[in-house]
């Protein structure tokens, strides 16, 4: 079984940064994460392929970096210039695609005040 256990999240200030980590159990292919604000429907914020490409979605683009250490099996997501509606619970996401299988996760919340 692959767990992901993320870390880093917590309150800050509009314009403050945090950092994100998700350990992985093991080395997986794809990683990401996600978010999930109240009411709303969980949507990817960004992600890293094993060979580092990146995608990011619109809203976060230019303000947060995901990387990722294939050594150590981790996936960072650095935020920089937070905004209120940035505010989310934030899912670790992860695919082992040899066996077909997606891993999330148990989020971890993030709060930013206006």
């Known amino acids: 079984q692959v767990q992901l256990v993320e870390s880093g999240g917590g309150l800050v200030q509009a314009g403050g940064s945090l950092r994100l980590t998700c350990a992985a159990s093991?080395?997986?292919?794809?990683m990401g994460w996600y978010r999930q604000a109240p009411g709303k429907q969980r949507e990817l914020v960004a992600s890293i392929t094993r060979g580092g490409s990146t995608n990011y979605a619109d809203s976060v683009q230019g303000r947060f970096t995901i990387s990722r250490n294939n050594a150590n099996n981790t996936v960072d997501l650095q935020m920089n210039s937070l905004k209120p509606e940035d505010t989310a619970v934030y899912y670790c996401?992860?695919?082992?695609?040899?066996?077909?299988?997606?891993?999330w996760g148990q989020g971890t919340q993030v709060t930013v005040s206006s």
């Open positions: 996401n992860a695919e082992w695609t040899i066996v077909a299988r997606t891993f």
């Open positions: 093991r080395n997986l292919n794809t």
